[in-house]
Structure formats: C-alpha cells, structure tokens
C-alpha cells in the first residue's frame, strides 16, 4: 500500500494568512495527487487534481504543486469559509488511498 | 450537473449485510467510473471500490472479501453490499463519480450528500 501522510493534522491560523499544508507519499506518486476540502457535515469536496489543476469554480487562492513523494496545497489568504479539514489522495495505485487530513481553525 | 443520491437502511446488524443504492441524475451512468467511500465518525476517509458502467470493479483489498459493487445502467443505479458487518463498519457511506485524467490517474468529482449507516443490534 501507498501510505499518505499530510503535516501538520491540525493548524490554526487567520483569515489572510499564507497556509501550507504538506502530504507525503511512502513511494514516488508521479503527479496522481488531488486534494479535497471538507467542512463539518458535508461531502469532500475537489480542489485540485494532478497535483496542480485546478477544479473549475475553486477560487485561484488555491494552488498546488510538487510531484514524486512530496507535495503541497497552498491557500494564499486563508478566507473565513476555507476553515475545513483538508485531504490528500492518492491514484497512482490501484488501491487508492487518502491522507490522515489536516484540519485548518481559526486562531 | 451530476447528482448522486444514496439510498438505504440507516441501520444494519451484526454479521447481516449492508446495502446501499446510489441512483445517478444529470449524467449517465456509463460516463464514469462509480465508487464507493466511507468515513468512520470523527475519522478520516477510507475508499472501498469501484466498478464501470461495463462491470469491470476494482476494490480495496483490505474489504475485497466482503464487498460487491454492482451496475444497473437501465436503472442508473449502482449499489454497494457489504458482507458480515461489525461495529467497525459504522461510518456514513458516499457514492461517488470518479473522473479519469487523460494519461492516468483519477478523481474523485461528483459525491452524494453521504448516508449514515450504523451497525447495532
């Protein structure tokens, strides 16, 4: 199995901070890394794909990047709906496997 | 745009089986792949399977000996079974439609509202 593993679990931070978040792959993922946003009671939602597409109707705050093992989803000024918890996954496997999730407060 | 619609007993019981039907509306069924994704309360996500339009599956191997996805393209529907349930497989469950990308790799796009399934005597 891929193990996925995102840093740090949990984060605190105000609205117009620059926020992080990394996930790492126990194995080399090429580009097969999307990321997903969700909020208490609701469904995951598509960010990025590819590791740096964006889902059409995310706001562009949103980037991603890397490619390999390690990689990044980065929300350029944190706005009060991008307080969520958020998760990686991976399908470069035919067992697809998600990270651990980070969940993003407000400090 | 895609809607999917889980539907299904809220409450199963030990060692019987869970079944769960998801009906898709906006879109056919034979557009993508379906899968199936499960999250434990208060946990993380966990993928189950998939299956295409065809029939062809692919499942998580640590639930392979306990699952079967199935396809009703007259019905565009897909259903999850689930055999020989513990408490352990309580978790609000989520059909989703997985999107391909052209030289490999998918995406999970479109997702139910989930359904909470608690296994209980």
């Known amino acids: 199995d891929i193990q996925m593993t995102q840093s740090p679990s949990s984060l605190s931070a105000s609205v117009g901070d620059r926020v992080t978040i990394t996930c790492r792959a126990s194995?080399?993922?090429?580009?097969?890394l999307n990321w997903y946003q969700q909020k208490p009671g609701k469904a995951p939602k598509l960010l990025i794909y590819?590791?740096?597409s964006l889902q059409s109707g995310v706001p562009s705050r949103f980037s991603g990047s890397g490619s390999g093992t390690d990689f990044t989803l980065t929300i350029s000024s944190l706005q009060p709906e991008d307080f969520a918890t958020y998760y990686c996954q991976q399908s470069y496997s035919t067992r697809i496997t998600f990270g651990q999730g980070t969940r993003l407060e407000i400090k | 745009q895609v809607q999917l619609q889980e539907s299904g007993p809220g409450l199963v019981k030990p060692s019987e089986t869970l079944s769960l039907t998801c009906t898709v509306s906006?879109?056919?069924?034979?557009?993508?792949?379906w899968s199936w994704i499960r999250q434990p309360p208060g946990k993380g996500l966990e993928w189950i399977g998939y299956?295409?339009?065809?029939?062809?599956?692919n499942y998580n191997p640590s639930l392979k000996s306990r699952v079967t996805i199935s396809v009703d393209t007259s019905k565009n529907q897909f259903s999850l079974k689930l055999s020989s349930v513990t408490a352990a497989d309580t978790a609000v469950y989520y059909c989703v439609g997985v999107a391909t990308i052209r030289g490999g790799g998918y995406y999970f796009d479109y997702w139910g509202q989930g359904t909470l399934v608690t296994v209980s005597s």
């Open positions: 299956i295409y339009y065809s029939g062809s599956t």
């Open positions: 590819a590791a740096s």
């Open positions: 194995q080399s993922i090429s580009s097969y």
């Open positions: 906006g879109g056919s069924i034979s557009s993508y792949y």
